[in-house]
Nanobody, 123 residues
Framework: QVQLVESGGGSVQAGGSLRLSCAAS????????MGWFRQAPGKEREFVAC????????WYAESVKGRFDISRDNAKNTLYLQMNSLTPEDTAVYYC????????????????WGQGTQVTVSS
């Protein structure tokens, strides 16, 4: 039911910042726990961060903890990922995903996916 569209990707120098957005259609966005995942060339898609329906609980992958911040604005049907202190290892296609069941770090828990946005970090 919910359609997700990522934006905000681009190219940045190491140490820089980017803010990704995920716009959701419909009126049921607040019923979904949301997550960000990423996939680098030659690697499997991996968990980055997730957030509960009301934004009360957030989880982060160890590789991004302290650098990335996930947030949501349910009034705007939008999910965000603020990325700071970026490194070349953060280069990947970033996907947002929705999970109406439970907050989870597992890809299989999410049944609504965006098309992804490219993030490239140069040395």
């Amino acid at each position: 039911q919910v359609q997700l569209v990522e934006s905000g990707g681009g190219s940045v120098q190491a140490g820089g910042s980017l803010r990704l957005s995920c716009a959701a259609s419909g009126r049921t966005f607040s019923n979904y726990a949301m997550g960000w995942f990423r996939q680098a060339p030659g690697k499997e898609r991996e968990f980055v961060a997730c957030i509960s329906t009301h934004g009360d609980v957030t989880w982060y992958a160890e590789s991004v903890k302290g650098r990335f911040d996930i947030s949501r604005d349910n009034a705007k049907n939008t999910l965000y990922l603020q990325m700071n202190s970026l490194t070349p290892e953060d280069t990947a296609v970033y996907y947002c995903a929705g999970n109406k069941q439970v907050l989870s770090r597992l890809l299989k828990a999410y049944d609504q996916w965006g098309q992804g946005t490219q993030v490239t970090v140069s040395s």
